[in-house]
């Protein structure tokens, strides 16, 4: 896997500053009272992409909304289970992280992938070897349990910083390249 920005995989998520992507339910309403920042440029990073690769619990969370936002992307639900009534662009695939994106590319997926899910997936591709990037958004608030960033227990990862920067509503954004 190329590790250039067009070609890259990248987990961007944000998370609370004790490190919780969700609540323990899955669910990230602590984001919604959150005030946007121009600056991380969340758009611009959606038009970046050029297919998804998203956790089953991820999905079972975006799915209770009524709108499917990311329709425009082949999308890949990481999952043994079947799904019910998916979107269009969507199909499940119990697979290592190589033929989970070996699955997307044959799809149309050309460019930049985005790790759209849990810490257990992003550890899956780091361990495979197919994550280049992290970029996270950490929000000044502390849930203090939830959904961990990174997963269970794992090994000691050394990532090297791209950026960080504060932004104007009091998060950090940070960017990492992932040592192979």
């Not at 989970?100 to 590319?105: G, M, W, Y």
């Amino acid at each position: 896997m190329a590790t250039t920005g067009t070609d890259e995989v990248i987990d961007m998520f944000a998370m609370s500053l004790d490190g919780f992507i969700a609540r323990d339910d899955g669910t990230f309403d602590w984001l919604d009272n959150f005030p946007a920042d121009d600056d991380y440029d969340f758009s611009a990073f959606m038009d970046s992409l050029s297919g998804i690769v998203m956790g089953r619990a991820t999905y079972d969370v975006v799915r209770r909304h009524d709108e499917w936002a990311y329709a425009r992307y082949p999308c890949l639900v990481a999952t043994s289970r079947p799904l019910d009534n998916p979107p269009e662009s969507v199909e499940a695939l119990a697979g290592s992280p190589a033929e989970l994106l070996d699955n997307l590319r044959a799809r149309g997926a050309t460019g930049r992938i985005w790790l759209f899910g849990g810490g257990d997936l992003a550890r899956q591709f780091m361990d495979a070897g197919l994550l280049d990037t992290i970029q996270i958004g950490t929000i000044p608030e502390i849930l203090g349990s939830g959904i961990p960033a990174f997963g269970g227990k794992q090994g000691d990862r050394w990532l090297d910083l791209a950026f960080a920067k504060p932004l104007a509503n009091g998060a950090v954004h940070a960017q990492y390249r992932v040592r192979r």
